[in-house]
């Protein structure tokens, strides 16, 4: 069984930057893609960024491009995300999840683990 911990959520302003942490543990050896999904108030959990085990293969939305940027230490089997040139409308709760196939995918049913979720808060 997979845990996932996340960290590193806040309070910002816009324009700043977070640095958001995630660390698995437990079965880590079954993990292929990492992931991270937000979910506003009112409204769906929608995907973020993911990245494959050996950092190939690595995805955006389209409203997070070229503001996010997720990394992968399979030396500790931790995710980041590194979020720069942060907006109001970036403010949610932020879920690192996890999946044991290859592929990146954006369904959030597709993964299989997920950590609690942090809060990050974007003021204007």
């Known amino acids: 069984q997979v845990q996932l911990v996340e960290s590193g959520g806040g309070l910002v302003q816009a324009g700043g930057s977070l640095r958001l942490s995630c660390a698995a543990s437990g079965g880590t050896f079954t993990i292929r893609v990492m992931g991270w999904f937000r979910q506003a108030p009112g409204k769906e959990r929608e995907f973020v960024a993911a990245i494959t085990r050996y950092s190939r293969n690595i995805r955006y939305s389209d409203s997070v491009k070229g503001r996010f940027t997720i990394a992968r230490a399979n030396a500790n089997d931790t995710v980041y995300l590194q979020m720069n040139s942060l907006k109001p409308e970036d403010t949610a709760i932020y879920y690192c999840?996890?999946?044991?196939?290859?592929?990146?995918?954006?369904?959030?049913?597709?993964?299989?683990?997920w950590g609690q979720g942090t809060q990050v808060t974007v003021s204007s």
């Open positions: 999840a996890v999946q044991r196939g290859w592929a990146v995918t954006e369904t959030p049913s597709e993964y299989d683990y």
